[in-house]
């Protein structure tokens, strides 16, 4: 599975105040230390396949898995980080 897809089934998976909160964290500078924040204009009205098209278009698909895992982390849904294939993790280092 394409990690775009994995992103939106994570996504899938958050309600929509749990998916207005990490649309937030998202608007929010240095998630991961460097990366910059997305513009509020660009998360105000999108749904979860757009969030994941934006996550994707800011970061590429690496960052995008980093900024996300971070993001769960910060919204207390760690149980989400389960979803991620076992090995994107050693990918990403």
């Known amino acids: 599975m ?8 994570i996504l899938d998976d958050l309600n929509d105040d749990p998916l207005s909160l990490f649309q937030w ?3 929010k500078p240095n998630n991961v230390q460097g ?3 997305i513009t509020k204009s ?4 999108v749904d979860r ?5 934006v ?3 800011t970061y590429g698909l690496q960052r995008a898995v980093q ?18 294939p076992e090995n994107i993790w ?4």
């Open 2 to 9: 394409m990690t775009s897809e994995v992103l939106l089934n």
């Open 25 to 27: 964290f998202l608007q």
């Open 35 to 37: 990366l910059p924040a």
């Open 42 to 45: 660009r998360l105000q009205t």
């Open 49 to 53: 396949c757009k969030t994941v098209d």
């Open 55 to 57: 996550l994707v278009e």
């Open 67 to 84: 900024v996300t895992r971070v993001v769960l982390e910060k919204i207390h849904r760690n149980d989400l980080l389960q979803k991620f």
């Open 90 to 93: 050693m990918r990403l280092t």
